[in-house]
């Protein structure tokens, strides 16, 4: 299976910083069609998990672009500019290229 | 609106087996694979399986692919989870998840205990 290693585990910030969280893979996340299925969720307290980001830079619908996701191959960044309360919760990295699909174990943003 | 109701869940003993079931609407289901993830006390992420739109094909997690099953019903809108044999290590909030996972259901609990 493929590793997916996300840090830091927690982050704690103010409103407006800005953060960045970094998802690294076992196995190079390009698939036969070329693309790279590495999307980003975010799980607010109480919540479902929501997509964000698919194929490491694809914001999905309605999502701010103070996300931003970067990276290629087996190195992966999301970053959040100016956070606002909203993005508090856990955002973990899912890669969908490889069978069985993973996750990573998450990273917790709090409020300083 | 897109909506995923998965229900089903609950306490199960040991050794027991459980439907999860997911109705879903405001999209065109057929048109989509759908998959089962799951997530423990502790909040880690598992994908369980998937299935293919027309229900022809599914893939698994090799730890759960002899006790769990995915199935659809594309006529009623809605995907299963036939999970047998429980143990323990299965309680979780079980998910419906479109695949891609853009679309999330509001999940479904499960407690394994005697």
């Known amino acids: 299976d493929v590793v997916m290693t996300q840090t830091p585990p927690s982050l704690s910030v103010a409103i407006g910083q800005s953060v960045s969280i970094s998802c690294k893979s076992s196995?190079?996340?390009?698939?036969?069609?070329?693309?790279?299925?590495l999307n980003w969720l975010l799980q607010s307290p109480g919540r479902s998990p929501k997509r964000l980001i698919y194929?490491?830079?694809k914001l999905d619908s309605g999502v701010p672009d103070r996300f931003s996701g970067s990276g290629s191959e087996k190195d992966f960044t999301l970053k959040i500019s100016r956070v606002e309360a909203e993005d508090l919760g856990v955002y973990y990295c899912?890669?969908?290229?490889?069978?069985?699909?993973?996750f990573g174990a998450g990273t917790k943003l709090e409020l300083k | 609106e897109v909506q995923l109701v998965e229900s089903g869940g609950g306490l199960v003993q040991p050794g027991a087996s459980l439907k999860l079931s997911c109705v879903a609407s405001?999209?065109?289901?057929?048109?989509?694979?759908m998959s089962w993830v799951r997530q423990t006390p502790g909040k880690t992420m598992e994908w369980i399986g998937d299935?293919?739109?027309?229900?022809?094909?599914?893939n698994y997690a090799p730890s759960l692919k002899n006790r769990f099953t995915i199935s659809r019903d594309n006529a009623k809108s809605t995907l299963y989870l036939q999970m047998s044999n429980v143990r323990s290590e299965d309680t979780a909030t079980y998910y419906c998840?479109?695949?891609?996972?853009?679309?999330w259901g509001q999940g479904t609990l499960v407690t394994v205990s005697s």
């Open positions: 998840t479109s695949t891609p996972p853009a679309y």
């Open positions: 405001g999209f065109t289901f057929s048109d989509y694979w």
């Open positions: 299935i293919k739109y027309d229900g022809s094909y599914t």
């Open positions: 196995q190079s996340l390009v698939a036969s069609d070329k693309n790279t299925y």
């Open positions: 194929q490491v830079s």
């Open positions: 899912l890669q969908g290229t490889h069978l069985p699909y993973t």
